[in-house]
């Protein structure tokens, strides 16, 4: 069974550094694209980001780049999505998923990981 | 950035109704589209893809048709257990932009 776990919920303070992960397991994670998806609280999905494990192939969102770094390590099976200085508008819920070419659809998905950003 | 419009934002039917969404995009997206379902506090599953292809396991009560710019997700006869969110994303082009929703309660 395909399945991506999500590290658990975090609680930051505006200016600090976060890094959360994306546990891939039971398909070979080098050979599927995985995405990140953010969903801000009571709002609608956005979509952030992908990487392909295999190369590290990575592509953002015009909203998104240059304000997160998503990265994988292949050997552990593992993408990453991170931030070097946290914003409270950066409060949300995020989600990795398998995609199973650059462009396609997500599936399945991770449990999601909640972000909290407040002083 | 392609845009995707979502009709209606919420919507309220009887367990039993034919309920239908909308999604338009900005441009031709062939038949590049996906829908999701989100139940509270969940994350989203996958219902269909490439348009009106069914996933695996998801009751054939639920469809989706159209290609080019406009596009329609059904559920044939509601039940209870499908009060959820539901999202449109396209995938012709990065990023693969959602729609902004529509919220589906029994009424």
């Known amino acids: 069974e395909v399945q991506l776990v999500q590290s658990g919920a975090e609680v930051k303070k505006p200016g600090e550094s976060l890094k959360i992960s994306c546990k891939g397991s039971?398909?070979?994670?080098?050979?599927?694209?995985i995405g990140w998806v953010r969903q801000m609280p009571g709002k609608g999905l956005e979509w952030m980001g992908i990487?392909?494990?295999?190369?590290?192939?990575?592509r953002y969102s015009p909203s998104f780049q240059g304000q997160v770094t998503i990265s994988a390590d292949k050997s552990i099976s593992t993408a990453y999505l991170q931030w070097s200085s946290l914003k409270a508008s950066d409060t949300a819920m995020y989600y990795c998923?398998?995609?199973?070419?650059?462009?396609?659809?997500?599936?399945?998905w991770g449990q999601g990981t909640l972000v909290t950003v407040s002083s | 950035d392609i845009q995707m419009t979502q009709s209606p934002s919420s919507l309220s039917a009887s367990v039993g109704d034919r309920v239908t969404i909308t999604c338009q995009a900005s441009?031709?997206?062939?038949?590049?589209l996906n829908w999701y379902q989100q139940k509270p506090g969940k994350a989203p599953k996958l219902l269909i893809y490439?348009?009106?292809n069914l996933e695996t396991g998801v009751p054939s009560r639920f469809s989706g048709s159209g290609s080019g710019t406009d596009f329609t997700f059904t559920i044939s006869s509601l039940q209870p257990e499908d009060i959820a969110t539901y999202y449109c994303?396209?995938?012709?082009?990065?990023?693969?932009?959602f729609g902004q929703g529509t919220k589906l309660e029994i009424k």
């Open positions: 990487i392909y494990p295999g190369d590290s192939d990575t």
């Open positions: 994303q396209q995938y012709d082009n990065l990023p693969g932009t």
């Open positions: 490439d348009a009106s």
């Open positions: 998923a398998t995609i199973p070419t650059v462009t396609g659809w997500f599936d399945p």
């Open positions: 039971g398909y070979s994670f080098t050979s599927y694209w």
């Open positions: 441009q031709d997206i062939s038949n590049y």
